[in-house]
């Protein structure tokens, strides 16, 4: 039969590292049968990919039929790539693998100031290895997996982060002599730095002097991502994606209310892809009146705000248990220190946070361009892992 197993392990269970961390793991390779083979290589890469189509212009084809021309643009960066053998050379001396489980260990140190990974529909950061084993007059069997890279995002460390938050919107409806009274909509934040797993207890009120009614007053965690593309021409797509969204009403007309709703932060990658230069991001928290069978009336407005790695010890959020979790224990009075990058060194007073899976990821698999079909786990899909806390 051959190969039975070919895999990549990573020793860190999340597979999740910031830029400067040492990857180790292993290549376990399970055969039932000799095989020659010149080496075992490991190959470990960065980059980032861009991809979306354009609307050129519309135009009659030669069939008469009205037709709109489009471009598929693309961009492309890369971040670091080694390759190294783990058994065997470059040398190309032949040897004999015997029937068996063989296990051989690897350590890479990745380099600083890596953006973090990130999967989306029109393009990514992404990082992977990929085990090769060189055959001699045969194709080459390889195996690939992705990991994660996570940029450190101190929240301490970015001065509006600890700014508080008031956002206030207001509205007429009608024109001229014929406008109604204004329908104002204010909410507030303690502080604009939030990490996931914390909730964001917004502070919202309304004053519908208007005779309109107001169905739901939506708020709502914007991720806006802006992709870069080079060839075959310079260009630019924004899409904004709804990460996290509560919503309450009705609010009648000549009524004035007041509420707080908490908005949970789901796992997401932090604010701002540094170091990167074709995908960049950032998190806006809109507000929304939605106006009873008028939909173009609707109120609408939206404010920054920044999803870090390390939260604020200045501010923290305490958050009752879910129904039928029992409370954690009480902390030690002794600070933890969050060990979530190389440049952290703020203390705060809750345990270091675990690792999920992104809530919002990209279809594409981690096979790339031109490479075969028969790459094991090139088929896959990947779904980053960032920095959850338990507070």
């Known amino acids: 039969m051959g190969l039975k197993e070919f895999k990549i392990h990573f020793d860190n269970p999340y ?13 376990v390779v ?27 212009r519309q135009h009659r ?16 960066e890369e971040y670091f790539e080694a390759s190294f053998y783990l058994i065997g050379s470059t040398s190309g001396r032949e040897m004999i693998l015997g029937p068996g489980i063989h296990t051989y260990t690897f350590t890479y140190s990745l ?29 080459d069997q390889e195996s690939k997996v992705a990991f994660t890279v996570v940029s450190n995002f101190d929240l301490n460390l970015h001065q509006n982060a600890l700014l508080p938050l008031n956002l206030e919107a207001n509205k007429n409806f009608g024109c001229l002599c014929c406008a109604s009274p204004p329908l104002s909509v204010n909410i507030s934040l303690p502080v604009r730095g939030y990490v996931p797993g914390q909730t964001i207890p917004i502070r919202v009120n309304v ?58 932060v789901p796992p997401l990658p932090p604010s701002n892809l540094q170091n990167g230069r074709i995908i960049d991001f950032e998190y806006k928290l809109k507000v929304e009146a939605c106006v009873e069978g008028a939909f173009s009336c609707n109120l609408r407005k939206s404010t920054t705000i920044y ?24 902390q030690p009075s002794a600070p933890y220190k969050v060990n979530v990058g190389p440049t952290s060194n703020q203390y705060q007073d809750h345990a270091p946070p675990s690792y999920a899976e992104a809530t919002f990821g990209g279809s594409r698999t981690l096979r790339d361009r031109n490479e075969s079909e028969y790459v094991i786990g090139a088929g896959q899909r990947f779904l980053p892992k960032y920095p959850v806390y338990q507070f």
Request: contains cysteine.
């Open 15 to 27: 597979a999740a590292y910031t830029s400067g961390q040492t990857v180790t793991g292993r290549v």
């Open 61 to 76: 084809n030669h069939e008469g039929n009205d037709v709109i021309e489009s471009n598929t643009l693309t961009g492309h």
């Open 307 to 330: 999803i870090g790695t390390v939260p604020l010890s200045s501010y923290q959020i305490s958050q009752p248990p879910a129904p039928g979790i029992q409370p954690p224990l009480p």
């Open 207 to 264: 004053e519908n002097e208007s005779g309109k009614r107001i169905n739901t007053v939506k708020l709502t965690l914007q991720k806006v991502v802006t992709y870069s593309a080079t060839t075959p021409r310079a260009d630019t797509k924004v899409v904004e994606l709804k990460v996290a969204e509560v919503s309450k009403g009705p609010v009648e007309g000549r009524q004035t209310v007041s509420y707080e709703q908490d908005l949970d």
């Open 30 to 56: 399970v055969i039932d049968s000799p095989k020659k083979i010149r080496g075992i290589k490991l190959v470990i890469k960065g980059g980032a990919d861009t991809h979306f189509t354009t609307s050129q």
């Open 111 to 139: 380099p600083y100031n890596l953006p973090s990974s990130f999967e989306s529909d029109f393009g990514c950061v992404r990082y992977t290895a990929k085990a090769v084993i060189d055959r001699p007059w045969k194709f």
